[in-house]
């Protein structure tokens, strides 16, 4: 059987400008279906006259306009197009997000009504948020606080779920008055083009998206640009401090988006079984590419090996294979060198002394792709590499602790703060726990995030928040107007 091609146009050109513009050079970059091994398509990779360009084009679009003098509800009118184009395109995602990343197809062909809610989320905003304010002057007669668009954006995208992610960060972006210079990932540019075509599908001003795909070095340009206003960033913590010491040395806004390595505190009246199966079922998402993934299962001691044995008893039972069959639970991780680092990152766990209760290795029965079997190590030490470091792979360490408190103290024990869950019958217990640990979301008796609220992380995890109702504030600036008078609409205020 044949490779299939991907479903999007103008794969050898970039979206610069509001054109399909050729490239600067030769140079390409191959994306390799992660269950076939075998090539999937190639696009152009950027070099640093293409992010000039598509700065460029950018800062000419915000500066001269028109897309930050439209209303926001006129902009809402283009989330709302965009949103729908990429509800049309779900079965393109769908076929798309699994060769380049190994989500399961079954998920991934939602991918385009995720997309077209959220855009429609925040669009929705425009009639809602508080973009304009009075507010009382110390002098003067009138004060007016305005929510204004930070400027260009840089928009840097990770390989693990590059839709989702795109649409919270173009979608508020836009909705701002922002102009965007996406830059996606080697691994998973597919999904940008998706938002090109549905950009240009839906009339967008020249210059207002611009998307293009590059290697870390040449996206370094894109970070250091002064015509660049901020950069939105989701990707790895050690990537976040290198782009924020950039983005410090010029006063430069910036989002992160980073990494985790969350915890499941497990109390001691919850049944072990239903939490390890919930814990299992949760890792198996994206094959544990997940930054908010519950990796650290911090359980009493009296019931460590419990927990240990019905996670290794449910964890092994997980159909691992290919992402389009509807017998698979978990595909493939997304590359060679992924499916390298989880492999060495297991060798260490052993190597330390943890306990290997299930998996460790490749799936027998599958001799191509970048499978890793669904691993456990138990009796293992919060302060070694595999409790500490984010594996991004689906390997769950499960940490023994002497009593609540400990439990709090070995959750908080590391320099993420990203997501966590409190696994108890008792909702205020939850409450309460969750009061203590130190992160961007807890969970009751689950994995959970939401991004139609807030996502974001504390510490090392990340500066900002990303969510339909947290996420647009941070392309904005605010002004304070003091006037010696009442503006067309604020006559009546009795300010």
Known sequence: MSQPTAPIRHTDRFYIGGQWVAPSSD??????????????????????????????????????????????????????????????????????????????????????????????????????????????????????????????????????????????????????????????????????????????????????????????????????????????????????????????????????????????????????????????????????????????????RSRHDEMLEALAATFSQVRVGDPFSAQSQMGPLAARRQRDRVEGYIAKGIADGATLATGGGRPRDLDRGWYVEPTVFGNVDNHSVIAQEEIFGPVLSVIPAADEDDAVRIANDTIYGLNASVFTNDVNRARHVAARLRSGTVGHNAMRTDFGVSFGGFKQSGIGREGVHEGLTPFLEVKFMILEGHPEGYEQTGM
């Open 27 to 300: 140079a390409t970059i191959s994306v390799i279906d992660s269950d076939t091994e075998q090539l999937y398509f190639t696009v152009p990779e950027a070099q640093a006259a293409d992010i000039s360009r598509a700065v460029g084009a950018a800062r000419e679009a915000f500066d001269s306009g028109p897309w930050p003098w439209l209303t926001h509800e006129q902009r809402a009118e283009y989330l709302r197009a965009i949103g729908a184009e990429l509800k049309r395109r779900s079965d393109d995602i769908g076929q798309i997000w699994p060769r380049e990343s190994g989500v399961l197809h079954a998920i991934a062909r939602g991918g385009g009504v995720d997309a077209q809610r959220t855009f429609s989320a925040f669009a929705a905003q425009a009639s809602t948020f508080p973009f304009e304010e009075p507010a009382r002057p110390s002098a003067g007669e009138f004060g007016l606080i305005v929510r204004e668009p930070v400027g260009v954006v840089g928009a840097i995208i990770p390989w693990n779920a590059p839709m989702g992610l795109i649409s919270n960060k173009v979608a508020p972006a836009l909705l701002a008055g922002c102009t965007l210079i996406l830059k996606s990932s080697p691994e998973a540019p597919g999904e940008g083009y998706l938002i090109a075509e549905a950009a240009e599908a839906a009339g967008l001003p020249p210059g207002v998206l611009n998307v293009v795909t590059a290697d870390r070095e040449v996206s370094e340009l894109l970070v250091r640009d002064p015509r660049v206003d901020k950069i939105t960033f989701t990707g790895s913590t050690a990537a976040g401090r290198r782009i924020a010491s950039i983005c410090g040395e010029r006063i430069a806004r910036c989002t992160l988006e980073l990494g985790g390595k969350s915890a499941a505190v497990i109390l001691d009246d919850i049944d072990i079984e239903t939490a390890a199966r919930t814990l299992s079922q949760a890792e198996c998402f994206l094959s544990g590419q997940v930054c908010s993934s519950l990796t650290r299962i911090v359980v009493p």
